[in-house]
């Protein structure tokens, strides 16, 4: 809310929802942390302990990058994923981002910092 009151188009600063297809089941949640800024945009993405290892993260991740992408206003996509989240290591890897540096947020969790731009991704999933 804080977002939208400063501005911001709701399309970078609303939660969408991560849908089972099989049962119409919410299992997680996911989007944009603000708005673009240089080129570069920021998704995050949680699933419910019970729904992970099916591929919803990654079909998440997938459909914001599409979006961001979509957008014209943004060339690159970034996740931070704690360097001790196997699954999410492999959800961003398959979809084509690079790890870069590991950073340590205020909590003193390590977070790797990992990218795709738009070019290569484009490639590999054409429409």
Request: charged share 20%; glycine share 8%.
């Amino acid at each position: 809310m804080r977002q939208l009151h400063k501005g911001a188009h709701p399309d970078w600063c609303s939660t969408f929802l991560i849908i089972r297809v099989s049962d119409s089941a919410v299992v997680g949640a996911c989007g944009f942390k603000d708005e673009p800024a240089d080129g570069c945009v920021e998704i995050g993405y949680g699933v419910a302990p019970a729904c992970r290892k099916q591929g919803m993260a990654s079909a998440a991740i997938s459909e914001l990058v599409r979006l961001a992408f979509a957008s014209g206003q943004v060339d690159a996509v970034l996740a931070q994923v704690n360097a001790d989240n196997v699954g999410s290591t492999r959800a961003v890897q398959s979809l084509g981002f690079t790890a870069h540096d590991t950073l340590i947020d205020d909590d003193g969790e390590p977070l790797v910092q990992w990218s795709v731009r738009r070019s290569p991704w484009e490639d590999a999933h054409p429409r």
